[in-house]
């Protein structure tokens, strides 16, 4: 695993820490890339939410990296043998297995010092590193997330549980990696490991440290996600971590969606998210409608979603920002089950390209809201993904041509006071 | 003629009229002309070609031209109830194939209601689907999900399950909808009655039917390019039947269905309207065969001379699980199927069955209702696939022979052949082995 295929090719690097780069040699014959920052492609078991091959293949610029968490559903992989790509027809993509689901509840409370609990739909299912090690050889993916106790996002945790989840984490990292190198079945795959630490900066700065230690092909930054602490501490805990971290190794942020968030992680040197946040803006029956045009082309800033969208009141606006419940809406969006959409028959968003914006309107859209029907979670599904995408084109736009204020305001649409609270 | 909402209104009459002549230069019968005549007279904006006709049993295969393109007959319609095919794109029904589905007057008239659908170019509009549109008249659902409603002669009352408000669905509001809808084929206000009710509340049904069709006529505002068709009451009784078709097929309506069946009743009555109303209805034109939508019953009704079926049922119980497949039904979600690594139907070449297995739908069941899209699109596929293949047998002389294998493969042994399929079938000269 010293000679990890994955190489991140860094590009740029604003002010030491936003970066800009392609992360290459990805997969078994290392034939795929991502930019970075980018975001990873959410699945539940494989599969986009509401998505069939035909509607997801209407986007385009999709994730070369698929998400899965797939914990329950090792016996039949087992008797399967040839790996989950396969199983879920899944021939063209880079496999990614994390340990939890970022968008389903974790509740805390079943860790133990050689176990960790994740949740299915049959509910808990405990793991020990034998386990867990036996899951990925029958996964087989391009690369996992090593096992990690982080129970310790809570901002009530004390420094001894939080100690512990790093010396757990550091543990279970070095059993995993121990039975990975001695697996024919692994050759090829690539671990992540994962950096606890709560909210505590001296254990973020040791599990970083020791994490870096190990031969691992990058990092997963556990503990921050949305809820758990306010964007300053998280943005300061992020900057402590990366600063131990070798530069060419890439850092994954698990559990941080909101675009105003992710533009703050990013800066502090965050190069890769999960795509969480689309689908839960999909599930509250929502379409992403925020503003991310920094082109200087006149003619395409008209295309953009028009900044007056936040004025005009159509978005809501939220409260503190960084303490939002997940299934909330966010000032990002635009609620279609809203009685004002029922007559209006725009595209979500003008001059956006996806197939969703291209045939249908909002008042279509409001109609199979408010008949709960399925083909509503389809279709913004695929514009939220869509919208999402081109939020993080924009964001590497932003860092190479030096544009990340622009982008920021555009993002957090000069929403008053907001940006300050924030920063 | 009216100001005209939509867009595409003068390619279609242009299409319709280049459709009428290729229709007549096709006809050489004096009736084949009569008729063509008449359909000119009141310029209904369909025509039917008929391809071939079983020399054994009542099938043939049609072109059906319709406003927004042509249909292949037999012809499968799948129903998109509320302006939308249950989690499938317009474009995914397009690709399997769909030339028309269907839209519910009644869920569609309550939400989003005809004044919003008719801003948005009609439901064609409104859905975007390019192909042809089929709207009910609102009245089955009345009567089957509303419980207070209550039918005079003036139509159907009822209170509004969203509001209270009590409605009437009055023959003249149901076709105005329906124009709001902008369908292709809109269907008449009927009165429908149970199928196992019998008495003289049929009869009354029935005559009351001949009524509102007429009413029905007089309300529609869009002749020229909205089909009316006439249903077919008179419950079980072969007279009230016989009576409801001498009156309804005086009057020049585009096309027929029958209606008033798959209900419940008993399949030895279901077969015997059925065939009893294709003996009656004109040769020329359409004849729908409403609510009918299982394989077996498809390829039986196809024999007694129908063209056109719809029915929730293959989409309906693809959101449970069950996909449609030559020998039956496979329950995805059944524990069998959780390590079975084939496609549904290794045959099949639908979307699904090309990238999925058993086993991962079993699955993904559990994880996410894309599990749902991909049964659904198999079976609308399955749906398709049936009637494609019925049709090409009957244009190839052979369909007696295709019921045969077809029903081989759907039944185990002979002695599981429902009878009342193998009587209807031999009512038609097919013999099943």
């Known amino acids: ?423 | 003629m009216q100001p005209s909402i939509f867009s595409c209104l003068a390619s279609y009459v242009h299409y319709n009229m280049a459709a009428i002549v290729e229709c007549g230069a096709d006809s050489n019968t004096a009736e084949n002309h009569m008729s063509l005549k008449k359909a000119l007279s009141v310029a209904s904006p369909l025509s039917l070609r008929i391809i071939a006709e079983c020399s054994v049993t009542k099938a043939r295969a049609c072109d059906l031209i319709l406003p927004h393109s042509a249909v292949s007959t037999p012809v499968f319609m799948p129903v998109g109830t509320q302006g939308t095919l249950k989690g499938i794109t317009v474009d995914q029904l397009e690709g399997l194939g769909c030339q028309i589905c269907l839209g519910n007057t009644y869920h569609l008239g309550m939400r989003p209601g005809p004044d919003l659908i008719e801003k948005a170019n009609g439901l064609h509009g409104f859905m975007n689907w390019k192909r042809n549109l089929l709207t009910d008249s609102g009245g089955f659902q009345m009567v089957s999900l509303v419980e207070l409603s209550e039918v005079t002669e003036e139509g159907v009352k009822f209170k509004s399950p969203y509001d209270g408000k009590e409605i009437l669905l009055s023959p003249e509001k149901s076709i105005s909808i329906q124009n709001s809808l902008g369908s292709d084929i809109m269907m008449q206000l009927d009165d429908v009655v149970s199928s196992t009710v019998t008495g003289p509340r049929v009869e009354e049904a029935m005559h009351r039917s001949i009524r509102w069709l007429d009413r029905c006529v007089a309300a529609n505002k869009n002749p020229h390019k909205q089909n009316l068709f006439a249903i077919i009451q008179g419950g079980l009784n072969a007279d009230l039947r016989k009576a409801c078709l001498d009156e309804m097929t005086r009057r020049d309506v585009p096309g027929f269905a029958i209606g008033g069946l798959s209900g419940g009743e008993e399949k030895d009555d279901f077969w015997r309207m059925v065939t009893l109303s294709t003996d009656h209805l004109p040769r020329e034109k359409p004849r729908y065969l409403m609510g009918v939508g299982y394989a077996v019953d498809l390829v039986v009704c196809v024999a007694l001379g129908c063209d056109m079926f719809d029915c929730v049922f293959p989409t309906r119980t693809a959101r449970f699980g069950s996909a449609l497949v030559p020998w039956g039904s496979l329950q995805v979600k059944h524990k069998q199927y959780a390590k079975d690594f084939q496609p549904i139907d290794p045959d099949c070449q639908c979307p699904t069955c090309k990238r999925h297995s058993r086993a991962y739908l079993h699955a993904l069941f559990k994880s996410d209702t894309a599990a749902m899209h991909h049964i659904t699109i198999h079976n609308i596929a399955y749906q398709l696939n049936l009637m494609r293949s019925v049709r090409q047998s009957i244009v190839e002389g052979r369909f007696p022979e295709f019921i045969r294998t077809f029903m081989k493969r759907m039944f185990s042994s002979r002695d599981q052949y429902p009878s009342w399929a193998v009587d209807a079938l031999a009512s038609v000269n097919v013999t099943l082995e």
């Open chain 1, 1 to 423: 695993m010293a000679g990890s295929r994955i190489k991140l090719e860094l590009s740029r690097v604003v002010q030491g820490k936003s970066r800009l780069g392609v992360l290459k040699g990805l997969g078994r014959t290392g034939q795929h890339s991502l930019e970075v920052p980018g975001c990873l492609l959410y699945t539940h078991f494989g599969t986009v939410p509401h998505l069939t091959q035909d509607t997801l293949h209407t986007l385009s610029n999709l994730s070369s990296v698929t998400q899965v968490t797939l914990a329950e559903h090792q016996e039949v992989l087992e008797e399967f043998k040839d790996g989950f790509k396969k199983f879920a027809g899944l021939h063209d993509t880079v496999l990614y297995c994390s340990l939890h689901d970022p968008a389903a509840p974790c509740p805390p409370g079943y860790t133990t010092n050689k176990t960790v609990s994740v949740w299915g739909s049959g509910g808990r299912i405990e793991l020990t590193v034998a386990k867990f090690m036996a899951l990925q050889k029958t996964v087989r993916p391009d690369w996992y997330q090593s096992m990690a106790d982080g129970e310790t996002w809570q901002s009530n945790t004390s420094r001894k549980r939080v100690r512990k989840s790093v010396d757990r984490t550091l543990a279970h990292l070095d059993e995993c990696l121990l039975v990975h190198q001695n697996s024919q079945e692994l050759q090829g795959v690539e671990v992540f490991g994962v950096v606890e630490g709560g909210d505590i900066l001296e254990e973020r700065v040791r599990s970083a440290r020791e994490t870096a230690k190990r031969p691992v092909a990058g990092f997963c930054l556990d503990g921050l996600q949305t809820g758990s602490m306010d964007q300053a501490l998280r943005t300061q805990l992020i900057a402590a971590m990366t600063k131990e971290l070798p530069e060419d190794k890439p850092r994954l942020l698990q559990g941080v969606g909101r675009p105003d968030e992710v533009l703050a992680c990013a800066e502090a040197g965050v190069d890769l998210f999960e795509s969480f946040f689309p689908f839960q803006v999909t599930e509250r029956g929502c379409a992403l409608c925020f503003n991310f045009d920094i082109s200087p082309d006149p003619e395409r800033a008209g295309r953009a979603p028009p900044a007056g969208v936040v004025n005009t009141g159509e978005t809501q606006p939220n409260g503190d920002v960084t303490l939002d419940d997940q299934t909330q809406m966010t000032s990002f969006e635009i609620n279609l089950k809203d009685k004002r959409y029922q007559d209006d028959f725009r595209p979500l968003v003008g001059g956006c390209g996806c197939y969703c914006c291209q045939n249908h309107q909002r008042a279509y859209l409001h109609h199979l809201l408010v008949t709960n029907e399925l083909l509503a979670g389809v279709l913004l599904m695929i514009h939220n993904t869509a919208h999402y995408n081109g939020f993080f084109s924009a964001l590497r736009e932003a860092i190479a041509n030096d544009k990340l204020d622009l982008l920021k305001r555009r993002v957090l649409g000069e929403r008053g006071g907001q940006t300050e609270r924030k920063e």
